[in-house]
């Protein structure tokens, strides 16, 4: 089983061009549920255009915008280890994202740190808009113990998703796509249907002695095809892309079956 990927905050230079060295770095502690990106264009009515021509009359004015939002959750009584007995220790490392700095340009001006959101290969960079942290659950002393973050990031254009490769799913063991018989099926008819020609190795890959007698919605894998050498006719070993079946020899008074 794969590790499981967090979701984690950083602080990028002020151009958004790399990860600042010796920034801020948070990692998660759960992963939010679900993210949603919008993408606005600002859409303005000319000056002086015809007001009953409605959206014809709209022209674009400067550059989109895309925004993230998304939900972290904190949680102190589900630490393991480096437990903390307030929520804030936790969730003020987030509020980081949110503090304006010293502009490295114009030390006179104040702005948001660049900030990257990333988890597995989603990857979004923007400055925090907007946070809205929830306290939920305080202790007996009236620390609290659990909360939860609203963040929205934003980022002056529109931002395209970049994938490397095809994207296919290459296939796993145990996914291999089965058909149905119906009722009447045999392995030889089931296999033409499906452009395999080879039956015998159809019923050798999925254990069926008796070809002609399906039952009803019985599955089968008829992708199954001899691809090795036949040696000694009947006798021989049989290969094929299903389960490996070894005809056995047969010796006189003797009958020898391989399941």
Same mark, same amino acid.
Do not use: C, H, Y
């Given at each position: 089983?794969?590790?499981? &990927?967090?979701?984690?905050?950083?602080?990028?230079?002020?151009?958004?061009?790399?990860?600042? =060295?010796?920034?801020?770095? &948070?990692e998660v502690q759960f992963n939010p549920e679900t993210l949603k990106v919008t993408f606005a264009n600002q859409l303005v009515q000319p *000056?002086? @255009?015809? *007001?009953?021509?409605?959206?014809?009359?709209?022209?674009?004015?400067?550059?989109?915008?895309?925004?993230?939002?998304?939900?972290?959750?904190?949680?102190?009584?589900?630490?393991?280890? $480096?437990?903390?007995?307030?929520?804030?220790?936790?969730?003020? #490392?987030?509020?980081?994202?949110?503090?304006?700095?010293? +502009?490295?340009?114009? #030390?006179? #001006?104040?702005?948001? !740190?660049?900030?990257?959101?990333?988890? @597995?290969?989603?990857?979004? +960079?923007?400055i925090v808009e907007g946070l809205e942290e929830s306290l939920e659950f305080f202790g007996a002393d009236g620390k609290p113990l659990r909360? =939860?973050? $609203?963040?929205?990031?934003?980022?002056?254009?529109?931002?395209?998703?970049?994938?490397?490769?095809? @994207?296919?799913?290459? =296939?796993? !063991?145990?996914?291999? !796509?089965?058909?149905?018989?119906?009722? @009447?099926?045999s392995v030889q008819s089931l296999a033409a249907a499906n452009g395999n020609p080879d039956w015998k190795a159809v019923a050798a890959a999925?254990?069926?002695?008796?070809?002609?007698?399906?039952?009803?919605? *019985?599955?089968?894998?008829?992708?199954?095809?001899?691809?090795?050498?036949?040696?000694?006719?009947?006798?021989? !070993?049989?290969?094929?892309?299903?389960?490996?079946?070894?005809?056995?020899? *047969?010796?006189?008074?003797?009958?020898? =079956?391989?399941?």
């Amino acid at each position: 089983m794969s590790e499981l &990927v967090k979701a984690r905050l950083i602080e990028l230079e002020q151009d958004f061009k790399k990860e600042k =060295s010796g920034g801020q770095t &948070v990692e998660v502690q759960f992963n939010p549920e679900t993210l949603k990106v919008t993408f606005a264009n600002q859409l303005v009515q000319p *000056q002086g @255009g015809d *007001q009953a021509a409605g959206n014809t009359g709209r022209q674009f004015v400067g550059a989109g915008t895309t925004k993230l939002a998304l939900t972290l959750w904190f949680d102190v009584t589900a630490m393991t280890e $480096n437990a903390v007995d307030d929520v804030r220790r936790l969730t003020q #490392k987030v509020i980081f994202f949110m503090t304006p700095t010293k +502009d490295q340009k114009d #030390k006179k #001006k104040m702005v948001a !740190p660049a900030t990257r959101f990333v988890w @597995g290969s989603f990857l979004f +960079d923007g400055i925090v808009e907007g946070l809205e942290e929830s306290l939920e659950f305080f202790g007996a002393d009236g620390k609290p113990l659990r909360a =939860s973050i $609203n963040l929205t990031l934003s980022q002056q254009k529109i931002l395209v998703s970049e994938f490397k490769g095809d @994207g296919r799913v290459p =296939s796993s !063991p145990g996914q291999a !796509p089965l058909s149905a018989a119906r009722s @009447g099926d045999s392995v030889q008819s089931l296999a033409a249907a499906n452009g395999n020609p080879d039956w015998k190795a159809v019923a050798a890959a999925n254990g069926i002695e008796d070809s002609l007698r399906l039952r009803p919605g *019985q599955l089968l894998d008829v992708r199954a095809r001899t691809f090795g050498p036949s040696f000694g006719g009947s006798g021989g !070993p049989t290969f094929s892309t299903g389960t490996p079946t070894i005809a056995a020899p *047969q010796l006189p008074g003797l009958k020898f =079956s391989v399941n």
